[in-house]
Every structure is written in C-alpha cells, then in structure tokens.
C-alpha cells in the first residue's frame, strides 16, 4: 500500500494529473461553460456567505466588520485561506484571551466551518491556499536535507528537535510534537503572529516538504530515542537537574546505606 | 622488632602470596607500608563518602574516556556524513562529528560508553561540590587540612575545564556554539584579547585547530595534572587521618572507626562498583546530549536552549544577567563590559571558596589543629557565608536556564533576568542573615537542652495548680555531643595605648581583622554554650524540672 | 606517608586499641558531667550471636554475586545477539535503542551486584568493632626542628651558595630566562591579528544567495513578515574556508513597511524597505535569529540579547553592547539584491581594537 502511494505521488504524477485535469477543464468549458460556471460558482459563494456570517459573529469584534482589523486584531485582508485554515484549525483562534501570544487549544469550529471561513477570508484578498496533502506528505521528503533547513531557519526558535524555545517578554516558539503535518506547513507559508513567514521564494515546496519530513523523523510519539529518556530535549539543563537529583541522590542513598550502623542483635 | 627471626620456623616452603610479598618487601618496603596503613582507621560517616564518589566517577571517566580515543578522531576537516544515522547522511560535518556519530552508531556498545562517560563527568563535578559543601560546612578545612582543601578546590576548577573541553569536541552544534562563546570571552580580553584568540584558534574562528588542541588538552594536559593531584590529596588524607563528628569516644587526639583491612576496604571498594552500577544503569536509560539530534556545527546555526552542562551553568547566568555595557575608550578602543565582567566575577566567585580556609584561619588566629568537625549551627557566620554563597550560585544558574525555564513554566524570559539581576544582589544578604539567626537558634535550642534536659512529653500539674511539662536531663553522651565543640574568643587589636601611654600603631588591616573577628565570634555572633557550673547548679541544686 | 611512626613513640600498641583499653582517652575527673563519656560498648549484631543469621547473610551475599556473574553473561548475550539499530519501544523510556538499554542494564546489574555484596558482606559478616587509633601532631617536635634546620644550613654551607653571590646570580639569571625558549615556540600558534576580523567576503557588487536555495534574491521574494538567512555569492559549504568566512559574512534580510522602520539611515541602506543585517551577535558571535516579525525584534537564544530590527538594531535587552551591523544592499541591473560593499564596521564580538 505505501509504494503504491508513493508511486501515485511520483512528482511527474502530480503534473500529469494537472495537465488531465486542465485539458478535462478545458474542453468541459468549452462545451458546458455557462451552466458549469454558475454551479461552480454558486458554491462557491455559498460557502463566502456562509464564512461571512461565522465571521461576523466569532471573528468581527477584533477583526472588524470586512476584515480591515481594529486596535485589537491585524487585518484580515490578503492573509489567505491557508492562514485561517491554521489559526482556526489549531484553536488558536478564536482568540480566548490577550496575552503573550494566542495559545493552541481545541478548536471551536469543524473543518466545515473553518473551510467556510476560509473561503471568506481568501475573498477578502489574494493570499494563500491551503495546501495539497501532497505538499506536506511527510513520506516526500528527505529529512537529512530538512535536518540542515531546520537548523539554518527553525532550530534557533524550535530549538534542534523542534522541543520549542522562549521569545521575548513571555512568548515563546511552541513545540512541534506530533502537529499535523498541514497546519507546519501552513505555519511556515502565513508566519502566524510573531513567527516569520517562509514564503516559497524562500523556502521552496520542496524545501518545506523536507522540514516536515525531518520533523516527522525527530519529534513524533514515535521518534527514537536511542539513547533513552530524552529528558524533554531541552538540552543540558535537564540533564543537569537529572544528574542531581537522581544520580547524586541514588549515589548519596548508597553512602547512607554503607555508613549506617547495622542492625544490633538487641533491638531486632 | 625482632620477631622475624622469633617467628616458629616452618617447615618447608612458605605459601606463594607470603613468598610474593617478602619479594615485594625486599624491594620497595611493603611490610613497614602495610604496617603503617594495612589497619588504618577510617570513620564510618555518610557524608564522609561523598568524595568517593567524585573519587569513583574520575575513575570510570578515565576509563570510559581511553574507550572513546580509540574511535574518536579529534579532526575539524569537512567530510560528507555517511554511517548509519539517516536524517545525517549526506550531511557536510567535520571528521569529529562524524567519528562521534560512528561511536553512537556503528560502535555496539558505543553509545553507552558514550553515555557513561557525559553521565560520569556530570556525576563527578556534583561529587566534588557536595563533598566540598561537607568540608566547608563542618569547618573540617581547618588547619592542617588547609592545603588538602586548595588541592580540592584547584580539582573542581579543573574538572570544569576539563568538562568544558569534551564538550567541545564532538563539534555538533551546541559543542560549537560553546567554542565560539570562548572565543568571544578570550576576544574581549582587553589589549591582548585579538592576539590570544588568533593563538588559541590557529587563525580566524572557528579554523582547523581548535578541537585538534583541545583534545590534546582534555586526554592529556587536563586530567594528567588532576592524576597527581587526586593523588596528593588522597595521600594527604591519609596522612591527616580522617575527621570525624564529636561523640562519645571520640576526641580531637584519636580517630574511631573501623580499620582499612577489612571492613573500609570492602566498603569503598564496593562503592566503587555501585558508583559505576548506578551511572550505568543512568547511562542505559536516559538519554544525555544527543549529539545526532543536534546537528554539525555551523557558525551560522544556532538553536535555542543553547547552554552549557550544569558546573558552567553559574558562568552562563552571570552573561545573561549582564546588561549591554559597551565603551569606546578615546583612541578607538572598546571594552566589552558584556562579557569581560562576567568573565571577571566568574572566577572570583570560585577564588573565593578556595581561599576561604585562610582567611578564617587569619581573622581566628586559629592555629591548633581540628579534627572532630564543627556542626555548622556552632560557625554561625561561617555557615551564613556559605549558604549566602550557595543561593548566589543558585541565582546565577536560575539565570543560565532562563530560556528553559521561560518555556515550562510560561514565564517571561526578560522578568526571569530582571529578578536573577536584583536577586543576585539582593538574595545573598538575607540569606546570610537568615541562616545566622538560625543558627544561633539552633545553639540557643542546644543551651537550652543541655541545661534543662529534652521534653519529655509528661505533663505534671503541680500542687497550686500550675501545669508543667517534665523535662528529662539529657544521657552523657547526648550532653557531650553538645557541649564539646570550641567557642573561639574573637581577635583583639590590644590596647589603644601602650604602656607608656603613647598611641600605638595599630594599622587599618588589623582594625578590620578584628571587627570580623568580632562578626564570627563577639557576643552577637555565638550564644555562650553552658558551664559545668551553670549545669551543676541547675541540675543538682532547686532546679525543679 | 609513614612518618609518624618514625617518631619515637612510647606506646607499644602503635595508636591501636582494643575497647578496654580505651578508658585512658577519657581520662577526666569523674564528677565532670560534660566529661567524654568514652566509647560506649560493642554491641553485637544478629550475625555475630546467630550462625544462622550469619549463614542467611552469606547465602544474600553470595546470591548479589552469582546475580552480577548471570548479568555479565547478559550483557555478552546481548552484544551478541541485539542488532546495533534495533528499536525497541520501552515503557516508559519510549523508542530506545535495544542494544544500548540491553548492554546498560545488564552492565550496571552486573556492577552493582558486586559492590552490594561487598558491602553487605562488610556490614553484617565483618568485624563491626571500632578501632582507636591515635593522631599525632603533624608538627615536628622543636629538636627535629632544630636537627633539620642544622643540616639544612650545612648543606647549604657546603655549595656555598650564600658565600659566592656571582654564582647565585648567575643561575638565578639563566634560571629565569630560560623558559623564554619556550614561550617563543608558541609564536607560530596562530597568526597575527592584523585587519581579519574587519573585513569579510562581502564586496560591491556580491550578490546576496539564499541560504535555504542556494539562489540569488530577488526584492520581490521578500515578503513582509518573512525571515530569509543568506550568505555571500561565491561561498560554497564545500570551500576549504568556508567555516572562517561565514563566521563573519552570514547575514539575514527582513522587509518591514517602510514606514515601521524607525531609523532614517537604515532605511537608506536597505532597498524598497528590505533590510539585511549579520546575524552575527555582537556578544560573542551566536546567529541572533530568532525573529518576531510583528514586534520587529531579533533575540539571540545564547544569552538573550534582543535587537531592534526596525530601529538599526538597536540593543534593548541583553548583554549585547552595539547593534548588529546592517549591510548596504541595492537592485542591480537584472533585478537581483546585490551588496554596496563589506560591512562598515566589523561584525561579530567585539574586540579591543574595534574601535
């Protein structure tokens, strides 16, 4: 099963299917255009009002009314489908609170609603989409090639394993254990709040393909450990705080047992 | 001793471990040795073990560490990663990193002699420093130990560059970014900082030489010195005799316990292997700095959580908490206050525990010998500096983790400097003046003992109605173990006139002398343990309880 | 080391004593409360009145020590027999590598058996009587003092060394200056300083690679918000130097709204609002990376200095003394991002002749 769909997501696969599916496109439009067209876009627009409404009664307080932001919320206009698609989708958004930076929670709306809202959004200005899974299939990458992007763009943040790292004045670059592959990726083209974006001019498809790739290699729940206990990766604090507590503490438990008196013949 | 030739002789040969070591008397003295030491008395403490296992752990580092040479390869020259680690192959990584990996993966067996050698060096800093806590605490450096505690003291200072160098050699990313702090640290030396850093590196950071040289320095240079010095103060303390805590039998003239042959040699010779067992067993279950996971150096990566091990972690505290001072002398040339200040405190701050036995032996006047060691509640000022020193410590390490700390506990990382940057003023006076208060407590408490017996619990309704709790007079040797200690009178400048009336020169080192003398040992400073007459007279006199 | 016993010593036990005689150390008035009670007596242990408690004993002792020969033979088992990439999931330790947690428990086990059996045997099967021995004054006593000193200035006298001060001085002299040798072997440790840490591989007309694509910027692959690393065209990973070189000439660009940007020169020195600064810091040298994109602010995980991106770098927090130094970027004729030349000061720690 796994070589078959490696085989479908052969990278010429994804192309062939493109140009099917243009050609398809192409000579349906054609013929059928009209009637096509309107269905199509009837859709469409049924999920913008849809988005809109959900806007209007979870988003518009900060945000504003169109999506022109306020003093308690950015601008909404050009961030994209695939922004929303994170910030919504990782429950970060709603925001339940100010504070540092929006933490990720449990997400209030379904994926149908979070994609309606989306599509609001993504009308409000040009921006980007939510990926194709094939961009962000872990299995399409290299993680040795993602292991050197890593530390060139993310490590000084996420710290080398992806463990997450302190920012200034209380935030901080959460962890990456276990995100879902999209919402990396769609975190690495948005910049969601301080976190910079990795537009593909900078980092390319590929380029972020591999990132996920090294992520899903370290830091998953089924990431090896070789060496054992990995003590949180957070690096030599840790194993600081495990050599006093439990190494000297094992060690100073044995002295006290060597040095005790023995029991005598008396009180036993 | 002529009880050789006395000896019945014996029929035919004698048994070979005899015959071995007449062999052996004959040419370097084995019997007079044995004779000397083979009953030794050591005391049987807990606390007296705790050098050994700073003692055990060099050991096992010595011997984990002449595993490692023998596949490591201390090179700095670029090769393209191709063992058995997949999210490294084909990765560009110096000869070190890629012969560390190798060890981790390629060697069976490899990784956990890795693993023991990080947890043993680890083990053996904490060793050290917690045997030194037993020596300052209990005032056991004092004369004649004062020179067993400077080999001590230049032990640790060792072991911490010896530390520092092996974490430098593997050369993956936190190793580098460790270097490339020395490098700074050595460029912010003033006049000479560009020249030493051109020395020291072989050229521009990071070079070819750097890991090549400290290798040299880390197997050899390092833990050659340390050798002898681990000798000599092993030797010293069996020259001293071991202290030990007052109680009945013992005294200042004798040492009580059980001897060498057998019982201390099965104990320290078994706690060897415990030692070893437990960093093993650490060794097959947790992970410590995995190397793989951080990648090879470059001295454009970073990443966060960069810090050293736990004995530097007082250092890094130090430059965190600096703030950004920076001057252009006229003439174009700059001081970097960022880092030459830390650079200045940190070894002070350990200078000042490795000097600290002479300077109490010089505001005492202190020149007998002590071997029964002090309960710290009996040094009141004494015991304040040292815990005044220990929460300094404890606030220049919370501010080496800061960023740790910031990410597990939501906390800012600008509010965890800001407090580490007062506390580091502010946290070791209170603490003096609370653990001197304490104690002199605690000696209040035992005064109180000695002369009025423990609680007993019993409450006793006296004939006017009055309710008393009956106090049992305490059993002799629970009275000697606190009333035994020495209460020392403080220095005095003398008179400020001599006997003709005329002003003596008293100089402004003496004055000051004898105002601390007067901190340790004035009225203020100790609660004056009982007399035998006060006791006499409470307890065989109308004391009614 | 055994000195002492070279001391003329008039007890014949030679500083050990059996319990009974112990009563001379305390050798106080009687009616003294606080007197030294003197050591109290042995008590015996269960093993020592018990011979089967004594046999039990024995048998724990010799079960820790078969228990440490079964783990050696377990831990020669598993290097055997467990494939160096073996992963196995242990709760609660998780994916660890099998032979590294097999050959560790074993070995371990194997250790600690033998010292809990030593010292199990020690406590309850040895001799738990306590001996005194005697401590003797360090310090010599004043006629050795005096014998010593006496040679001391006889030996003395003989090289006269004090009587001919011309060839006291002399070695003294030669003493002294010889270790000079030495210290001029260390010339050829490293080179000179000279003007190596002014400048780098950033030239007019460099033009600025991508880190992550290897592919020359373009102002319009900037985006606001976005944190792009880079390197110097021409600087290969592969280059003998290139460790030397990036060390100093690593940079990353930014793009702010031109009106965010605070300091009028370093809007200037950028193009169209992109921003290139080393991300070396000028503490000592970590990549000052770690960017808010909302907030502008650059932090240095090492030791947390914090740069202001959109105010010349500006130092706000941290140990950090001057800001990094931005690097002068323009357009050139075919739409890449290219360098106006090397940094204006050096980039990197500081050092003493930075000025």
């Not at chain 1, 990782?90 to 379904?110: D, F, H």
């Not at chain 1, 050599?243 to 029991?263: D, E, F, M």
Request: glycine share 10%.
């Amino acid at each position: 099963m796994k070589k078959l769909s490696a085989r479908r997501r052969h990278p010429l696969a994804a192309f062939v299917v493109l140009l099917l599916a243009l050609a398809a496109t192409g000579g349906l439009y054609a013929t059928l255009a009209p009637g096509e067209a309107k269905a199509d876009n009837s859709a469409q627009s049924l999920a913008i009002e849809e988005g809109k409404r959900l806007y209007d009664v979870g988003c518009a307080t900060c945000h504003g009314n169109g999506g022109q932001g306020s003093s308690d919320g950015p601008s909404l206009v050009g961030v994209g489908a695939a922004a929303v698609d994170f910030q919504v989708g990782t429950g970060r958004m709603p925001l339940q609170q100010p504070g540092p930076q929006a933490e990720e929670k449990p997400e209030v709306y379904s994926q149908e609603e979070i994609d309606q809202l989306a599509a609001y959004i993504a009308s409000l200005g040009p921006g980007a989409s939510v990926p194709e899974e094939s961009l962000y299939d872990p299995a399409g990458g290299d993680p040795a090639q993602g292991g050197e992007l890593f530390r060139t763009n993310c490590s000084q943040c996420h710290n080398f394993s992806g463990q997450g790292g302190a920012l200034t004045h209380g935030k901080e670059a959460p962890n990456l254990h276990d995100v879902d592959p999209r919402y990396i990726y769609e975190a690495m083209l948005t910049g969601p709040q301080n976190m910079p974006s990795f537009p593909n001019t900078v980092l390319t498809e590929e380029d972020k393909q591999d990132i996920i790739a090294y992520l899903n290699e370290v830091n998953t729940s089924s990431s090896a450990h070789q060496g054992g206990l990995s003590l949180g990766g957070y690096g030599p604090v840790g194993e600081g705080l495990f050599a006093w507590v439990a190494g000297i503490g094992a060690l100073v438990a044995c002295a006290v047992w060597i040095g005790a008196r023995s029991t005598k013949a008396r009180k036993s | 001793m002529s009880t050789a030739n006395d000896a019945p002789q014996r029929r035919g040969k004698a048994p070979a471990g005899e015959r071995l070591a007449d062999w052996a008397d004959g040419r370097v003295g084995l019997y007079a040795l044995a004779k000397a030491n083979m009953r030794k008395v050591f005391p049987d403490h807990w606390s007296f073990l705790l050098g050994e296992i700073a003692l055990y752990s060099f050991i096992i580092i010595i011997l984990t560490g002449v595993y490692l040479t023998l596949f490591f390869e201390p090179s700095m020259s670029e090769v393209e990663y191709a063992g058995s680690y997949k999210p490294l192959q084909g990765v560009m990584m110096s000869e070190a990193y890629a012969s560390a990996l190798h060890i981790t993966f390629d060697v069976r067996g490899g990784l956990l002699v890795r693993q023991i050698h990080h947890w043993a060096a680890l083990i053996f800093v904490a060793g050290i420093f917690i045997h030194m806590l037993r020596v300052f605490f209990t005032g056991a450096f004092r004369k004649p130990r004062e020179v067993n505690w400077l080999f001590g003291f230049l032990l640790l200072v060792l072991a911490i560059f010896t530390g520092l160098t092996g974490y430098s050699l593997p050369d993956d990313l936190m190793s580098g970014i460790g270097v490339r702090f020395m490098e700074g640290a050595i460029l912010a030396v003033p006049v000479v900082g560009t020249y030493l850093q051109m020395f020291i590196f072989g050229g521009e950071f990071p070079g070819h030489d750097i890991i090549p040289r400290f290798f040299v320095v880390h197997i050899l240079l390092l833990p050659g010195i340390m050798l002898g010095l681990v000798v000599a103060h092993l030797i010293l303390i069996v020259y001293h005799k071991h202290t030990q805590y007052a109680a009945p039998g013992r005294s200042n003239n004798v040492v009580v316990g059980p001897p060498l042959l057998p019982v201390y040699m099965a104990k320290a010779g078994g706690f060897f292997f415990l030692v070893f067992g437990v960093i093993t067993a650490i060794a097959a279950t947790v992970t410590i700095n995995p190397i793989w996971a951080l990648g090879p150096y470059r001295p454009d990566k970073v990443s966060t959580d960069a810090q050293p091990d736990w004995y530097l972690g007082f250092s890094e505290g130090l430059v965190r908490m600096m703030p950004g001072w920076e001057w252009v002398l006229p003439g174009g040339y700059t001081l970097n206050f960022g880092l030459l200040i830390p650079v200045i405190v940190f070894p002070l701050l350990l200078v000042v525990i490795g000097v600290y036995p002479f300077f109490e032996g010089w505001v005492t006047g202190d020149k007998r010998e002590h071997h029964v060691a002090e309960r710290p509640r009996n040094n009141p000022t004494r015991t304040a500096f040292g815990m005044a020193w220990l929460s300094e410590f404890a606030v220049t390490m919370l501010a080496g983790g800061n960023d740790v700390w910031a990410v597990n506990f939501n906390l800012s990382i600008n509010a965890i400097t800001w407090f580490c940057r007062i506390g580091f003023f502010v946290v070791p006076p209170i603490v003096f003046i609370i653990t001197r208060r304490w104690c002199l407590g605690l000696q209040r408490r035992d005064r109180e003992k000695v002369l009025h017996g423990r609680e007993s619990g019993i409450i006793k309704r006296l004939p006017h109605g009055e309710f008393i709790e009956v106090h049992e007079p305490l059993p002799p040797e629970k009275l000697y173990q606190l009333v035994s200690h020495d209460q020392s009178e403080p220095y005095e400048v003398g008179p400020e006139v001599d006997e003709n009336g005329v002003r003596r020169r008293i100089s402004p080192l003496e004055r000051a002398r004898a105002r601390i003398s007067r901190g340790y040992f004035g009225e203020n400073a100790q609660i004056p343990k009982p007399t035998r007459e006060e006791y006499q007279e409470l307890t065989s006199g109308h004391g009614h309880h | 080391m055994s000195s002492h016993t070279d001391e003329p010593e008039p007890s014949p036990h030679e500083g050990e004593h059996l319990p009974s005689q112990r009563d001379e150390h305390s050798a106080v008035p009687a009616d003294d409360p606080f007197a030294n009670p003197g050591l109290p007596p042995h008590e015996p242990r269960r093993q020592d009145i018990d011979e089967q408690a004594a046999k039990r004993s024995e048998r724990s002792v010799s079960l820790l020590f078969a228990l440490s020969t079964l783990a050696t033979v377990g831990f020669i088992a598993c290097y055997v027999a467990i494939p160096i990439d073996k992963i196995v999931y242990i709760w609660p330790f998780g994916h660890v590598s099998g032979l590294n947690f097999g050959l560790g428990l074993t070995l371990g086990l194997a250790l600690f058996c033998i010292g809990a059996g030593a010292i199990h045997w020690a406590r309850t099967l040895m001799s738990d009587e306590e001996i005194v021995e005697e401590r003797h004054a360090i310090q010599a006593p004043p006629e050795v003092k005096a014998h010593v000193l006496a040679e001391f200035r006889k030996g003395a006298a003989e090289s006269q060394i004090g009587r001919r001060r011309l060839l006291r001085n002399s070695m003294l002299g030669a003493l002294s200056v010889v270790p000079l040798a030495g210290l001029v072997l260390l010339r050829d440790l490293g080179p000179l300083p000279h003007e190596k840490l002014r400048h780098t591989r950033w030239k007019k007309g460099t033009l600025i690679v991508n880190e992550s694509t290897a592919q020359p910027l373009r102002p319009e692959d900037i985006v606001v918000g976005s944190l792009t690393q880079a390197r110097p065209d021409g600087l290969d990973p592969h280059d003998e130097n290139f460790a030397n070189e990036i060390a100093k000439a690593a940079v990353m660009l930014v793009r702010l709204q031109p009106e965010d940007i605070k300091d009028q020169r370093s809007a200037e020195w950028g193009h169209e609002g992109i921003l290139c600064f080393s991300k070396i810091c000028t503490h000592i040298g970590c990549p000052a990376t770690l960017y808010e994109q909302q907030t502008h602010h650059a932090l240095c995980p090492c030791h947390q200095s914090t740069f202001d991106l959109s105010d010349g770098a500006r130092v706000l927090f941290g140990p950090a003394g001057h800001p990094l130094p931005q690097l002068r970027i323009t357009v050139n004729d075919d739409g890449y991002l290219e360098a106006l030349g090397d940094f204006e000061e050096p980039p990197g720690p500081s050092f003493w002749e930075r000025g």
